[in-house]
């Protein structure tokens, strides 16, 4: 059975930094492909950062460089380091997987976590 779980949320005041992590469990994790997506009340789901199988990376046209996606194939883990937060960058936080390419499309992601919260106070 394939989970992930998201850790390292929080509250912050705006300027501040959080990583988040996703721990991975029941699929070889370094052949699969991972995002992190967010998601604000009312809104669908917004690509956040993502890195393919490969270690290639990619990120959000919002993010001006404030975030880093890594990963460690050792910890099975996934993360997100965030600097320099916004108000406007609070949300859930997701992440999720899928064998193949990357992708923004949401529904291509077959397995998800069950999303933590971030929040950023001016």
């Known amino acids: 059975q394939v989970q992930l779980v998201e850790s390292g949320g929080g509250s912050v005041q705006a300027g501040g930094s959080l990583r988040l992590s996703c721990t991975a469990s029941g699929l070889p994790f370094s052949k699969y492909t991972y995002v992190w997506f967010r998601r604000t009340p009312g809104k669908e789901r917004d690509f956040v950062a993502g890195?393919?199988?490969?270690?290639?990376?990619f990120y959000g046209d919002f993010l001006t460089n404030r975030f880093t996606i890594s990963r460690d194939d050792a910890k099975n883990t996934l993360y997100l380091q965030m600097n320099s937060l916004k108000p406007e960058d609070t949300a859930v936080y997701y992440c999720?997987?899928?064998?193949?390419?990357?992708?923004?499309?949401?529904?291509?992601?077959?397995?998800w976590g069950q999303g933590i919260q971030v929040t950023v106070s001016s």
């Open positions: 999720a997987a899928r064998i193949g390419v990357w992708t923004t499309h949401v529904a291509q992601y077959a397995y």
């Open positions: 890195m393919s199988w490969s270690g290639n990376t």
